[in-house]
Protein backbone atom coordinates (compact mmCIF):
# COMPACT_ATOMS: atom_id res chain seq x y z
CA UNK A 1 0.00 0.00 0.00
CA UNK A 2 1.32 3.40 -0.93
CA UNK A 3 1.35 5.96 1.31
CA UNK A 4 1.27 9.78 0.67
CA UNK A 5 4.87 11.69 1.72
CA UNK A 6 3.75 14.72 3.42
CA UNK A 7 5.51 17.45 2.46
CA UNK A 8 6.41 19.32 5.06
CA UNK A 9 9.17 17.89 6.59
CA UNK A 10 11.78 18.51 10.11
CA UNK A 11 14.59 19.54 9.22
CA UNK A 12 18.12 17.74 9.15
CA UNK A 13 21.70 19.23 9.93
CA UNK A 14 23.93 16.97 9.25
CA UNK A 15 28.05 17.78 10.76
CA UNK A 16 31.05 15.86 9.10
CA UNK A 17 34.55 17.05 11.07
CA UNK A 18 36.67 14.80 9.33
CA UNK A 19 35.64 15.10 5.50
CA UNK A 20 38.12 13.02 2.54
CA UNK A 21 38.22 14.41 -0.80
CA UNK A 22 37.15 11.08 -2.51
CA UNK A 23 39.21 10.26 -5.70
CA UNK A 24 38.20 6.78 -7.48
CA UNK A 25 39.66 5.56 -10.51
CA UNK A 26 40.18 1.94 -12.28
CA UNK A 27 42.97 -0.01 -13.29
CA UNK A 28 43.36 -3.59 -14.53
CA UNK A 29 45.46 -4.55 -11.95
CA UNK A 30 47.09 -4.08 -9.04
CA UNK A 31 51.08 -4.95 -9.16
CA UNK A 32 53.97 -3.77 -6.68
CA UNK A 33 57.11 -1.86 -9.20
CA UNK A 34 55.24 -1.71 -11.75
CA UNK A 35 53.25 2.12 -12.90
CA UNK A 36 49.24 1.14 -13.08
CA UNK A 37 47.96 2.56 -16.00
CA UNK A 38 44.73 3.93 -14.55
CA UNK A 39 41.67 5.19 -16.19
CA UNK A 40 40.15 8.79 -15.56
CA UNK A 41 39.77 9.75 -12.03
CA UNK A 42 36.27 10.83 -10.67
CA UNK A 43 36.47 13.02 -8.01
CA UNK A 44 33.21 13.06 -4.81
CA UNK A 45 33.09 15.16 -1.59
CA UNK A 46 32.93 12.07 0.98
CA UNK A 47 32.61 11.71 4.59
CA UNK A 48 30.21 10.36 6.74
CA UNK A 49 27.82 13.60 7.16
CA UNK A 50 28.27 15.05 4.05
CA UNK A 51 27.45 11.40 2.39
CA UNK A 52 24.69 11.26 4.51
CA UNK A 53 23.43 14.96 3.45
CA UNK A 54 23.99 14.17 -0.41
CA UNK A 55 21.95 11.31 0.01
CA UNK A 56 18.94 12.88 1.97
CA UNK A 57 19.18 15.98 -1.32
CA UNK A 58 19.29 13.38 -3.97
CA UNK A 59 16.09 10.86 -2.50
CA UNK A 60 14.34 14.56 -2.10
CA UNK A 61 14.66 15.67 0.92
CA UNK A 62 15.89 19.19 2.55
CA UNK A 63 18.94 18.96 4.76
CA UNK A 64 22.22 21.08 6.06
CA UNK A 65 26.15 19.99 5.54
CA UNK A 66 28.12 21.83 8.13
CA UNK A 67 31.96 20.18 7.55
CA UNK A 68 35.36 21.69 7.68
CA UNK A 69 37.78 22.04 4.67
CA UNK A 70 41.21 24.20 4.18
CA UNK A 71 43.59 24.11 2.22
CA UNK A 72 43.15 23.48 -2.13
CA UNK A 73 41.80 20.33 -1.40
CA UNK A 74 39.52 22.01 1.02
CA UNK A 75 38.97 24.55 -1.99
CA UNK A 76 38.10 21.31 -4.73
CA UNK A 77 35.85 20.32 -1.60
CA UNK A 78 33.55 23.06 -1.19
CA UNK A 79 33.12 23.35 -5.59
CA UNK A 80 32.49 20.02 -5.71
CA UNK A 81 29.27 20.32 -2.62
CA UNK A 82 28.14 23.30 -3.75
CA UNK A 83 27.56 22.02 -7.50
CA UNK A 84 25.50 19.09 -5.89
CA UNK A 85 23.26 22.44 -4.47
CA UNK A 86 23.57 21.32 -0.94
CA UNK A 87 23.05 24.03 1.70
CA UNK A 88 26.18 24.03 3.31
CA UNK A 89 27.82 25.55 6.73
CA UNK A 90 31.77 25.87 6.34
CA UNK A 91 33.93 25.58 9.18
CA UNK A 92 37.61 26.71 7.87
CA UNK A 93 40.56 25.11 9.02
CA UNK A 94 43.88 25.83 8.34
CA UNK A 95 45.01 22.05 7.66
CA UNK A 96 44.48 20.46 4.37
CA UNK A 97 41.42 18.73 3.90
CA UNK A 98 42.26 15.11 3.67
CA UNK A 99 42.19 12.30 0.28
CA UNK A 100 40.96 9.16 -0.12
CA UNK A 101 42.26 7.35 -2.73
CA UNK A 102 39.96 4.29 -4.08
CA UNK A 103 40.88 2.21 -7.03
CA UNK A 104 39.10 -0.78 -8.59
CA UNK A 105 40.98 -3.04 -10.21
CA UNK A 106 39.21 -4.95 -13.53
CA UNK A 107 40.54 -7.82 -13.92
CA UNK A 108 39.44 -9.09 -9.97
CA UNK A 109 36.55 -7.07 -9.51
CA UNK A 110 38.57 -6.06 -6.24
CA UNK A 111 38.38 -2.48 -4.57
CA UNK A 112 41.51 -0.93 -2.95
CA UNK A 113 40.54 1.75 -0.32
CA UNK A 114 43.69 3.81 0.69
CA UNK A 115 42.34 5.93 3.77
CA UNK A 116 44.81 8.57 4.43
CA UNK A 117 45.51 10.75 7.21
CA UNK A 118 43.85 14.54 7.52
CA UNK A 119 44.70 17.45 8.93
CA UNK A 120 45.05 18.08 12.74
CA UNK A 121 42.20 20.33 14.18
CA UNK A 122 43.15 23.14 16.56
CA UNK A 123 40.94 23.75 19.95
CA UNK A 124 39.67 26.71 18.27
CA UNK A 125 38.43 24.82 15.27
CA UNK A 126 36.59 22.09 17.14
CA UNK A 127 35.23 24.29 19.59
CA UNK A 128 33.97 26.61 16.34
CA UNK A 129 32.36 23.29 15.16
CA UNK A 130 30.14 22.52 18.37
CA UNK A 131 29.48 26.24 17.62
CA UNK A 132 27.79 25.84 14.61
CA UNK A 133 25.80 23.00 16.14
CA UNK A 134 24.91 25.20 18.77
CA UNK A 135 23.33 27.89 16.52
CA UNK A 136 22.30 26.16 14.00
CA UNK A 137 20.20 22.66 15.93
CA UNK A 138 16.64 22.39 14.59
CA UNK A 139 14.53 22.27 17.76
CA UNK A 140 12.49 19.20 17.11
CA UNK A 141 14.81 18.04 14.30
CA UNK A 142 17.58 15.68 13.33
CA UNK A 143 21.49 16.16 14.19
CA UNK A 144 23.51 13.74 12.20
CA UNK A 145 26.79 12.85 13.61
CA UNK A 146 28.59 10.62 11.55
CA UNK A 147 32.38 9.75 10.55
CA UNK A 148 35.90 9.72 12.08
CA UNK A 149 37.41 12.73 14.75
CA UNK A 150 40.12 14.18 13.21
CA UNK A 151 43.63 14.29 14.89
CA UNK A 152 42.81 16.81 17.56
CA UNK A 153 38.95 16.81 18.43
CA UNK A 154 38.39 14.92 21.84
CA UNK A 155 36.83 11.58 22.41
CA UNK A 156 33.88 13.14 23.91
CA UNK A 157 33.10 15.94 21.00
CA UNK A 158 30.71 13.18 19.62
CA UNK A 159 28.94 13.20 23.29
CA UNK A 160 29.47 16.72 23.01
CA UNK A 161 26.79 17.44 19.73
CA UNK A 162 24.38 15.23 22.00
CA UNK A 163 24.20 16.96 24.82
CA UNK A 164 23.65 19.99 22.70
CA UNK A 165 21.31 18.34 20.33
CA UNK A 166 19.78 17.19 23.51
CA UNK A 167 19.41 20.32 25.24
CA UNK A 168 17.52 22.01 22.25
CA UNK A 169 14.93 19.23 21.60
CA UNK A 170 16.44 17.83 18.42
CA UNK A 171 17.19 14.24 17.78
CA UNK A 172 20.82 13.13 17.84
CA UNK A 173 21.93 10.67 15.36
CA UNK A 174 25.68 9.09 15.76
CA UNK A 175 27.53 6.81 12.87
CA UNK A 176 30.97 6.89 14.63
CA UNK A 177 33.00 3.84 16.21
CA UNK A 178 35.48 3.39 19.10
CA UNK A 179 35.69 5.99 22.36
CA UNK A 180 33.99 8.42 20.55
CA UNK A 181 30.78 5.90 20.18
CA UNK A 182 30.96 4.83 23.70
CA UNK A 183 31.04 9.00 24.81
CA UNK A 184 28.53 9.71 23.08
CA UNK A 185 26.22 6.50 24.27
CA UNK A 186 27.29 7.46 27.36
CA UNK A 187 25.81 10.86 27.02
CA UNK A 188 22.35 8.92 25.46
CA UNK A 189 21.31 9.47 21.85
CA UNK A 190 18.33 9.13 19.58
CA UNK A 191 19.84 6.86 17.11
CA UNK A 192 22.81 4.88 16.53
CA UNK A 193 23.90 2.91 13.19
CA UNK A 194 26.82 0.21 14.17
CA UNK A 195 28.16 -2.40 11.79
CA UNK A 196 28.57 -5.82 13.22
CA UNK A 197 32.48 -4.74 13.65
CA UNK A 198 31.70 -1.38 15.54
CA UNK A 199 28.94 -3.17 17.78
CA UNK A 200 30.77 -5.91 18.42
CA UNK A 201 34.07 -4.22 19.40
CA UNK A 202 31.55 -1.82 22.57
CA UNK A 203 29.62 -4.60 23.46
CA UNK A 204 32.11 -7.62 23.33
CA UNK A 205 31.87 -10.72 21.55
CA UNK A 206 31.19 -11.91 17.53
CA UNK A 207 28.05 -11.33 17.02
CA UNK A 208 27.97 -13.93 14.50
CA UNK A 209 24.96 -15.40 15.95
CA UNK A 210 20.66 -14.29 15.34
CA UNK A 211 20.40 -14.00 19.14
CA UNK A 212 23.78 -12.61 20.14
CA UNK A 213 23.07 -9.51 17.61
CA UNK A 214 19.72 -8.71 19.00
CA UNK A 215 20.79 -9.08 22.36
CA UNK A 216 23.68 -6.76 21.82
CA UNK A 217 21.43 -4.04 19.59
CA UNK A 218 18.13 -4.31 22.60
CA UNK A 219 20.97 -3.98 25.53
CA UNK A 220 21.79 -0.42 24.41
CA UNK A 221 18.29 1.06 24.16
CA UNK A 222 17.71 -0.98 27.55
CA UNK A 223 20.11 0.85 29.31
CA UNK A 224 19.14 3.97 27.72
CA UNK A 225 22.22 4.41 25.20
CA UNK A 226 20.17 4.91 22.58
CA UNK A 227 16.30 4.70 21.64
CA UNK A 228 16.46 3.20 18.54
CA UNK A 229 19.91 0.90 17.46
CA UNK A 230 19.87 0.04 13.32
CA UNK A 231 22.61 -2.56 13.36
CA UNK A 232 23.98 -3.34 9.93
CA UNK A 233 24.87 -6.63 8.79
CA UNK A 234 26.66 -6.02 5.09
CA UNK A 235 25.38 -8.28 2.47
CA UNK A 236 23.37 -10.24 5.83
CA UNK A 237 21.11 -7.58 6.46
CA UNK A 238 20.25 -5.67 9.24
CA UNK A 239 18.68 -5.95 12.67
CA UNK A 240 16.65 -2.84 14.48
CA UNK A 241 15.97 -2.60 18.05
CA UNK A 242 13.93 -0.33 19.81
CA UNK A 243 11.92 0.10 22.92
CA UNK A 244 8.62 -1.44 21.36
CA UNK A 245 10.91 -4.71 20.31
CA UNK A 246 13.07 -5.91 17.54
CA UNK A 247 12.88 -6.59 13.51
CA UNK A 248 15.43 -8.17 11.44
CA UNK A 249 15.18 -7.22 7.46
CA UNK A 250 17.63 -9.15 4.96
CA UNK A 251 19.06 -7.21 1.93
CA UNK A 252 17.32 -7.88 -1.19
CA UNK A 253 19.89 -9.87 -3.47
CA UNK A 254 21.49 -7.74 -6.06
CA UNK A 255 24.83 -7.31 -7.72
CA UNK A 256 27.67 -6.11 -5.69
CA UNK A 257 29.85 -3.60 -7.20
CA UNK A 258 31.29 -1.25 -4.19
CA UNK A 259 30.51 -0.49 -0.84
CA UNK A 260 31.75 3.12 -0.19
CA UNK A 261 28.97 5.12 1.21
CA UNK A 262 26.61 2.08 2.05
CA UNK A 263 26.16 2.61 5.44
CA UNK A 264 26.05 6.83 5.12
CA UNK A 265 22.76 6.28 2.84
CA UNK A 266 21.31 3.82 5.30
CA UNK A 267 21.38 5.85 7.90
CA UNK A 268 20.05 8.81 5.07
CA UNK A 269 17.24 7.49 3.97
CA UNK A 270 16.42 5.97 7.84
CA UNK A 271 16.51 9.74 9.00
CA UNK A 272 14.80 11.18 5.82
CA UNK A 273 11.78 9.03 6.22
CA UNK A 274 11.40 9.46 9.66
CA UNK A 275 11.62 13.35 8.99
CA UNK A 276 8.94 12.91 6.84
CA UNK A 277 6.72 11.60 9.13
CA UNK A 278 6.69 7.79 8.07
CA UNK A 279 7.07 5.49 10.90
CA UNK A 280 10.17 3.45 12.32
CA UNK A 281 9.48 0.24 10.09
CA UNK A 282 9.37 2.37 6.81
CA UNK A 283 12.16 4.31 7.70
CA UNK A 284 14.03 0.70 8.33
CA UNK A 285 12.49 -0.18 4.85
CA UNK A 286 13.90 2.44 3.20
CA UNK A 287 17.37 2.32 4.96
CA UNK A 288 17.83 -1.26 3.84
CA UNK A 289 16.94 -0.14 -0.13
CA UNK A 290 19.03 2.85 0.81
CA UNK A 291 22.34 0.97 1.42
CA UNK A 292 21.63 -1.74 -0.94
CA UNK A 293 21.35 0.48 -3.86
CA UNK A 294 24.36 2.14 -2.88
CA UNK A 295 26.04 -1.15 -3.37
CA UNK A 296 25.03 -1.56 -6.92
CA UNK A 297 26.88 1.45 -7.87
CA UNK A 298 30.40 1.50 -9.23
CA UNK A 299 33.30 2.72 -6.89
CA UNK A 300 32.25 5.98 -4.75
CA UNK A 301 28.91 6.55 -6.27
CA UNK A 302 26.01 6.84 -3.94
CA UNK A 303 22.93 5.05 -4.84
CA UNK A 304 20.31 6.45 -7.11
CA UNK A 305 16.71 7.59 -6.54
CA UNK A 306 15.11 5.47 -8.90
CA UNK A 307 16.74 2.00 -7.43
CA UNK A 308 15.90 3.41 -3.45
CA UNK A 309 12.39 3.56 -4.41
CA UNK A 310 12.10 0.56 -6.25
CA UNK A 311 14.32 -1.60 -3.56
CA UNK A 312 11.79 0.07 -1.00
CA UNK A 313 8.69 -0.72 -2.75
CA UNK A 314 10.15 -4.88 -3.51
CA UNK A 315 10.68 -4.68 0.74
CA UNK A 316 7.17 -3.36 1.71
CA UNK A 317 5.62 -6.68 0.54
CA UNK A 318 8.15 -8.90 2.40
CA UNK A 319 7.12 -9.94 6.41
CA UNK A 320 9.70 -8.60 8.72
CA UNK A 321 12.05 -11.31 9.88
CA UNK A 322 12.04 -11.82 13.91
N1 LIG B 1 27.01 -7.15 0.21
C1 LIG B 1 25.91 -6.39 0.32
N2 LIG B 1 24.77 -6.69 -0.38
C2 LIG B 1 23.67 -5.92 -0.29
N3 LIG B 1 23.57 -4.84 0.51
C3 LIG B 1 24.64 -4.50 1.24
C4 LIG B 1 25.87 -5.24 1.19
N4 LIG B 1 26.76 -4.63 2.01
C5 LIG B 1 26.12 -3.58 2.55
N5 LIG B 1 24.85 -3.49 2.11
C6 LIG B 1 23.82 -2.49 2.46
O1 LIG B 1 24.43 -1.41 3.15
C7 LIG B 1 24.00 -1.37 4.53
C8 LIG B 1 25.17 -0.98 5.42
O2 LIG B 1 26.25 -1.88 5.25
P1 LIG B 1 27.30 -2.26 6.37
O3 LIG B 1 26.65 -3.09 7.41
O4 LIG B 1 28.47 -2.84 5.67
O5 LIG B 1 27.64 -0.86 7.06
P2 LIG B 1 28.79 0.20 6.85
O6 LIG B 1 28.47 1.31 7.75
O7 LIG B 1 28.92 0.50 5.39
O8 LIG B 1 30.06 -0.61 7.38
P3 LIG B 1 31.43 -0.06 8.03
O9 LIG B 1 31.15 1.26 8.66
O10 LIG B 1 31.83 -1.12 9.02
O11 LIG B 1 32.35 0.04 6.86
C9 LIG B 1 23.44 -2.77 4.77
O12 LIG B 1 22.45 -2.76 5.79
C10 LIG B 1 22.82 -3.10 3.41
O13 LIG B 1 21.58 -2.44 3.23
MG1 LIG C 1 29.74 2.69 8.73
Known sequence: ME???PTAMQPILTLTVNPALDVSTVTDQVIGEHKLRCHTSRLDPGGGGVNVARVVHRLGGQ???AYTAGGPTGEAYRRLIEAERIPTLLVPISGSTRQNFTVDETTTGKQFRFVLEGPELSEEEWRRCL???AESVPAGGYVVASGSLPKGVPDDFYAQVARLANERGARCVVDASGPSLAAALAEGVFLVKPSRRELAAL???TLDTDESQVAAASSLVADGSAQHVALTLGGE???LASKSGT???PVPHVRVRSTVGAGDSFLAAFVLRLAQGRGLEDAFRAAVAAGTATVTTTATELCRRDDVERLEAE???RPFEP
Open 315 to 317: LAV
Open 3 to 5: FPV
Open 63 to 65: TIA
Open 203 to 205: VGG
Open 247 to 249: LRL
Open 131 to 133: AIV
Open 237 to 239: GAV
